[in-house]
């Protein structure tokens, strides 16, 4: 079974500029999360789906972040413009979640490493 | 509101050495407890849960992690070291629909 895939895998752009990334959850989960992940840091949510709608975005920056996950299924989440503190690991998870997340397992994929120049 | 707290962001132990990685968690809510492992440059592997069934809890590659309410903690565990455990380590607390994570313990193996 294929796992959650991400790309690109790294990215480097210079400030001002747009960047996107894009996750495919493994097939048959329903609930698709955008972490952020900052040096020496744990993950941050910044977004989970329910399908297609965004259940909880209340740390995503919405002035120059966005995210969407049309017909449920893979996402893309944009930075524009990106600014030097958006330099960071963004890793996308996927779980399949029935009545309740609390027990549920989060699948990783291997993340975009972003530097912003 | 929960919260994690890994005590130790550099733990170093050598080969064949007992390993433990220390936890602690807030939550207003019964929790579920997670440990991750993540090699460089690779996503977050789940090593074990607690989910409110027994609580001692046996992971992959040798991990356990106990429950203890009473401490609040969720300490992680593994009898002898290999060099291939060398990673970061992150405990994260399931309450209210979201997971939130530890800073992270970064695991050197001496050989």
């Known amino acids: 079974e294929a796992g959650v895939v991400q790309s690109p895998r790294y990215k480097i752009i210079e400030k001002k500029q747009p960047v996107a990334f894009w996750c495919n959850p493994i097939?048959?989960?329903?609930?698709l999360y955008w972490y952020r992940q900052n040096l020496g840091q744990g993950p941050e949510l910044l977004i989970r789906y329910e399908n297609e709608e965004a259940v909880d975005d209340s740390q995503l920056p919405k002035d120059r972040f966005s995210a969407e996950r049309l017909k449920g299924v893979d996402s893309t989440l944009k930075i524009q413009p990106a600014e030097l503190g958006d330099s960071a690991v963004y890793l996308c998870a996927s779980s399949l979640v029935s009545g309740g997340l609390q027990s549920g397992e989060q699948f990783f994929g291997p993340g975009t490493r972003l530097t912003v120049l | 509101a929960q919260s994690v707290t890994q005590l130790g962001s550099h733990v170093s132990v050598s080969e064949g050495a007992l390993v433990l990685l220390r936890c602690n968690y807030s939550?207003?809510?019964?929790?579920?407890l997670f440990w991750y492992v993540q090699y460089p440059n690779q996503g977050l592997q789940l090593l074990l849960k607690y989910t409110s069934a027994a609580t001692l809890v046996k992971g992959i590659n040798g991990f356990e992690a106990e429950f203890k309410k009473s401490e609040t903690s969720f300490h992680l565990t593994k009898p002898s070291a290999h060099m291939s455990d060398a990673a970061e380590y992150f405990c994260?607390?399931?309450?209210?629909?979201?997971?939130?994570f530890g800073t992270g313990t970064r695991l050197t193996i001496i050989p």
């Open positions: 994260a607390v399931n309450g209210n629909e979201k997971l939130t």
């Open positions: 097939s048959g989960h329903n609930t």
């Open positions: 939550s207003s809510v019964p929790p579920y």
